[in-house]
């Protein structure tokens, strides 16, 4: 499974992409007014921090705003993914942006049904939104289940994308359900590294190397 950044800070982006595990990277509308620098400087600069996909939503709703900014958003870098809301006209520009060889992120999918259908637009990645499910009473991980089993069922090739992912549980269940990539922020992904007994076992070792004799 790849691993994402969910996050437009570029210091946090760096941070993660020196552990070595990051992939790529998703930022929304909601990250990018978080940092206070406009989306296509930001943008620019993720994509030479990271080589992996990088993805910026539209801000349009409609169907000429949204492929409008989708073919600027696609000029900043090669590893460009445009991300574009789950509703109709979505559908339709996914569509287009597709047959023209830019990579799509269908993002604000609350269902498989949605899922189904931005498959069949020719989506490359679906963002089911986990933790927003979970806040509401769903199970936001069934979801996933159900998007990843249709899929396998009708061999659609647009990937599983596992966002507002909010916990290492998350992660774990992504993993176990073969979604094909997370995207998480920094804060979890320091929740992955940590363990009480790998603390334990190095402060012990810690203690007991004070102990070893010096060489004479
Ligand atoms: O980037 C989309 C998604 O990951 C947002 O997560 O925490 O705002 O629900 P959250």
């Known amino acids: ?13 760096r941070e993660a992409a020196a552990l ?8 929304n509308p909601t990250l990018v007014a978080a940092v206070g620098r406009p989306m296509r400087e930001v943008l620019s600069e993720i994509c030479e ?10 801000l349009a709703t409609t169907y000429e ?13 090669p590893n460009i993914v445009v991300k574009i809301p789950l509703i109709r006209d979505g559908l339709r520009v996914v569509k287009v942006l597709t047959s023209e060889g830019i990579k799509t992120n269908v993002t604000l999918c609350f269902s498989p049904i949605q899922a189904m259908l931005a498959a069949k637009a020719g ?9 927003r499910l979970d806040d509401v009473g769903h199970e936001g991980m069934d979801v996933v289940a159900q998007i990843v ?5 009708y061999a659609f ?19 176990r359900m073969g979604a094909d990539v997370a995207t998480i922020p920094l804060k ?3 929740q992955l590294i940590k363990h009480p007994l790998t603390d334990v076992g190095l402060a012990r070792f810690i203690a007991d190397a004070a102990k070893i004799p010096k060489a004479t």
């Open 1 to 13: 499974m790849q691993i994402f950044i969910d996050t437009a800070d570029v210091r946090e982006i």
């Open 20 to 27: 070595g595990v990051l992939d790529g990277v998703t930022t």
């Open 49 to 58: 921090i990271v080589p992996g996909p990088v993805s910026g939503e539209v």
């Open 65 to 77: 705003g949204m492929l409008a900014e989708a073919l600027e958003l696609a000029k900043i870098a």
């Open 123 to 131: 989506a490359t990645y679906i963002s089911p939104f986990v933790g």
């Open 149 to 153: 089993e249709i899929y396998n069922n």
């Open 157 to 175: 090739e647009t990937q599983v994308l596992v966002a507002s992912v909010r916990s290492p549980t998350h992660v774990l269940q992504a993993l």
């Open 188 to 190: 979890v992904i320091d």
